[in-house]
C-alpha cells in the first residue's frame, strides 16, 4: 500500500539571464535540456521523502534563455511491500504520481518567465532507476 501524505516545492528557481532580448522573436527555436533525478530517504518507520529534481535550460546560439531548476517533494508511507519491492514502490511509482503536479510547475514558472510553456514528456522512471543502479551500488534501506 502506498499512501502518499503531503506534496511540497523545497525548491524553485527561475532564471532569464537575458531579458528583454530572451523574449524576442528568436531566429530558430532554442535547444532545451532537462536533466530529472529521484532520491529518496528514510524519515520514519514505513515513511520515506521522496525527492524529484527537474532542472531544464533553454539556449539559442549558445546564450541562455531561461533556466529552471525545481526540487519537489513528497512524503509518503509504503506498507505491506516487500523489502525487495521498496525500491520499485519508491523511485519508481512514487515520482510518477508526483510527475503531472511537477510538470505542471515546471510549465507555469517558465510561461510566468515570459516563454512558452515548457511540457516535459512523461519520464520512464523505471528506467530511470535501472540506468541508476548500473551506475553505482543499490541503495541502502535507509535511503531506498
Known sequence: QLVINAQYIKDLSFENPRAPQSLMQQAAPPS????????????????????????ASAKAQNDVLFLVELT??????V???AQDLMPQVVLVETPRLMFPF???IIAE????????PLMINPVDF???????????????????
Do not use: H
Open 102 to 104: 511537477a510538470r505542471n
Open 72 to 77: 519537489y517533494g513528497a512524503i509518503v508511507t
Open 126 to 144: 523505471a528506467e530511470l532507476l535501472r540506468r541508476n543502479q548500473a551506475a553505482g551500488p543499490m541503495p541502502s534501506a535507509d535511503t531506498v
Open 79 to 81: 506498507r505491506n511491500v
Open 32 to 55: 532545451v535540456e532537462i536533466n530529472i533525478d529521484v532520491k529518496a530517504q528514510s524519515v520514519g518507520p514505513e515513511n520515506y521523502e521522496v525527492v524529484l529534481t527537474l532542472n
Open 109 to 116: 514558472t517558465t510561461r510566468d518567465g515570459g516563454f512558452p
